[in-house]
């Protein structure tokens, strides 16, 4: 990272914070003062009008009064009442928790200003008339009182509103004296809003007290503009420290390609050849390959996948294909082992869970290069793993990985820097493609083979469970095989794996005829393979398992799938599970079980897949539910947390983002460095790619 930016000071440099509250502010993700001016309000509320106490009869209002009297009444819980007057009328101020300090600055003549809600007399002296009470007003002197538009900040226990406020007016103040705030010159700030940063921040925090106030949108549209701006160049750099760097020249030989092919019982869709020919022709420079290859479940990207692969081996150098799953990786390992070994090339799988003496005769292969192609998890990017000639990443369902794994992967090769390929199948809507990976060329196999229907999907209540049990005897009975999966709330997969177990038990005593297997994530691994073996060869009928089948997991003759407590699980999950069945020729079918009663949301959700059979468009509607952090599943790994930008909401400003990039990259490159520190948690990081 360039010096040019100033560091960022800690919140401790703030008055009146200590190791006790900083502790906590870290709670709220606050550490330094950057985080506290970009800690943004939840919402705002609106103090420009005083109202008449006489007028004031519920909600929450603002009033203003002169003290009159203030008496403390009952014993066992003591409450203090102040009665309030103002030209219009009078009514009780009641606090059931105060410091005796309260009581003597509420002196009768003292004036008050009150934001609280309003309710007909309960405690206050006019109890038994019609009079009125605010419990426990934020309360402040009148002639210190703030004016105008207050912020609502998120808290947490500790800090009040009030804290936080004074805090972010300090920080606000502390802008004039510290120069690491990004300036950034105003010929690259979209016509709308050519406000400064800190002008903005100022405007987010401290709403002016206009007469037409716009919500405070103006300010968070402008801050959340500059926010996308620092992301999207923040990839943009990382692209271009790849591009600088020198790849191997790979192209597959013609032969090998005419093998393989003649081997495949299909025919390749057009997607697929048009894909694998703009991967062929990155592939085929000295600069490393940058690619997002896009295709719906079932849409064939493993082929096109081998394809690159051959290239690599044809020129002389290894792949690494990475699965976020053992079961998913062993999978790959089967296909791509059938697919390469004709060709005399050598597959290697390498697990966690591998013995100590085939580990490392595995890892003597593949440091000596006679490993051509490498599979597996994570596994793959442990220290001990060295590769001889690494020419290629594939890493395939990239969303379940997190940034850092895949890095950790590319930092494996020495000399030049392997080319690079990203699969997913779960759709990443446009906007969110354009942010995230606005460093990838993307490549979509737009196209199912022929042959596919979509899946037929049937939302049912768990009370008609007995007819579902029939209605899967007969699927059976007709030779067909069907999933049973179960999920459960929490992402544990211990749970899971036990309401499978009884699941499987109960399918086993209604269905007595019928060969039933059980998958989870807590089982042995050969248990595990022989079962999913066991399916595959049609050995059994009926596969309970967890959401471990999720990804990848092809059997074309299993046309049916049954998911249990489907209300529970996000759009783009269920599409995900729901690919498995669209597999094979012929109509295959999807049930979503539901317990009953189905609330409102969950009931359109559920209709919206029924009806909908796009992956983007559920992506898509799954964002606008939902959120990007969960859609990207990159929640944990740190990626794509905005703190203002919403990129749904947003979607309107990529444009003028990507122009502004453009622009300051070419004219005023020494302000991207501040933007990055100041926007970009991992600016250290995307630098350094
Ligand atoms: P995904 O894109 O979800 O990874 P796969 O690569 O696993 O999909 O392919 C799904 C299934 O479709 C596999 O059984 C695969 O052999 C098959 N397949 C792939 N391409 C074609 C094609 N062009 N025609 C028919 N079947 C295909
Ligand atoms: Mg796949």
């Not at 090339?345 to 003496?357: D, E, F, H, K, V």
Request: aromatic letters at 6%; proline letters at 6%.
């Amino acid at each position: 990272m360039a010096a040019s930016a100033a560091a960022i000071p800690s919140v401790v440099t703030l008055q009146g914070v200590g190791p006790a509250l900083a502790t906590k502010l870290q709670r709220l993700g606050v550490c330094d003062v950057r985080d506290l001016l970009l800690h943004a309000p939840s919402r705002y509320e609106d103090r420009r009008q005083v109202m008449p106490i006489a007028a004031a009869r519920r909600d929450k209002v603002l009033i203003e009064g002169e003290a009159v009297s203030t008496t403390i009444v009952g014993r066992r819980r003591p409450i203090l009442l102040c009665r309030l007057r103002d030209d219009s009328g009078e009514l009780d101020l009641c606090f059931f928790h105060f410091h005796a300090g309260l009581c003597h600055r509420l002196t009768p003549g003292s004036r008050w200003r009150c934001y609280g809600e309003v309710r007909p007399s309960r405690y206050g002296q006019n109890a038994r008339d019609e009079g009125f009470e605010m419990v426990h007003p934020e309360l402040e002197p009148a002639d210190r009182a703030t004016a105008g538009i207050l912020p609502i900040y998120p808290t947490t226990p500790g800090i009040s509103q009030n804290h936080l406020r004074r805090l972010i007016t300090q920080a606000l103040a502390s802008l004039d004296a510290g120069d690491w705030l990004p300036t950034l010159p105003p010929a690259c700030l979209p016509a709308w809003g050519k406000t400064s940063l800190e002008t903005a921040l100022a405007k987010m925090h401290r709403p002016l007290s206009e007469d037409r106030w716009d919500g405070g949108e103006g300010a968070r549209r402008r801050l959340g503009w500059e926010e996308l701006l620092a992301h999207q160049l923040a990839f943009r750099r990382q692209g271009r420290s790849r591009r600088e760097n020198k790849a191997p020249p790979l192209v597959a030989d013609p032969e090998k390609i005419r093998i393989l092919r003649r081997s495949l019982p299909f025919r390749l869709t057009s997607a697929q050849e048009r894909v694998i020919a703009e991967i062929q022709a990155d592939l085929s420079r000295n600069r490393p390959m940058g690619r997002l290859l896009q295709g719906d479940v079932g849409s064939g990207k493993t082929v096109v996948a081998a394809h690159a692969a051959l290239a690599a081996v044809s020129a002389g150098w290894q792949t690494a294909l990475m699965a976020p799953t053992e079961l998913l990786a062993e999978q790959h390992y089967r296909t791509w082992e059938r697919w390469l070994s004709p060709l005399g090339i050598a597959t290697q799988l390498l697990t966690a869970r591998q013995g100590g003496s085939e580990r490392k005769e595995t890892l003597e292969g593949v440091a000596a290069g006679e490993v051509d192609v490498l599979l597996g998890t994570h596994a793959l990017f442990q220290r001990d793993v060295r590769f001889s000639r690494l020419g290629l990443v594939i890493v395939d369902e990239q969303h379940r990985f997190g940034v850092d794994q895949r890095l950790a992967l590319k930092a494996k090769a020495d000399g030049p820097s392997p080319h690079y390929l990203v699969m997913t199948a779960t759709p990443i809507p446009r906007t969110l493609a354009l942010l995230r990976y606005a460093d990838l060329e993307v490549s979509a196999i737009d196209e199912l083979p022929p042959g596919r229907e979509p899946v037929q999907t049937r939302v049912m209540g768990e009370d008609k469970r007995s007819e579902l049990i029939e209605r899967l005897r007969a699927w059976i009975g007709g030779g067909r095989q069907a999933y049973w999966v179960c999920t459960l709330i929490e992402e544990s997969e211990v749970l899971a794996g036990e309401a499978a177990e009884k699941t499987a038990e109960n399918l086993h005593l209604q269905l007595p005829e019928v060969r039933v297997g059980l998958v989870h994530g807590r089982m042995k691994a050969e248990v595990k393979d022989r079962t999913m073996a066991a399916f595959k060869a049609g050995e059994i009928d009926l596969l309970v398992a967890t959401t471990v089948i999720e990804v990848g997991v092809d059997v074309p003759n299993a046309g049916l799938m049954v998911i249990e407590n489907a209300e529970r699980l996000g759009l783009a999950q269920l599409h995900q599970l729901r690919g498995r069945v669209g597999r094979g020729p012929g109509r295959s079918y999807c049930i979503l079980l539901y317990k009953p009663p189905l609330a409102e949301s969950a009931r359109r959700r559920l209709a919206y897949l029924r009806e909908c059979y796009d992956g983007f468009a559920l992506a898509e509607r799954d964002l606008a539910l939902r959120g990007p952090g969960e859609v990207l599943g990159t929640r944990q790994s740190g990626a794509l947390r905005f703190r203002i930008a919403d990129p749904l909401r947003d979607r309107d400003l990529l444009p003028d983002v990507r122009r502004a990039a453009e622009w300051l990259e070419r004219h005023a490159p020494q302000a991207v460095d501040s933007l990055l520190t100041f926007w970009v948690e991992e600016g250290d990081r995307y630098a350094n790619i």
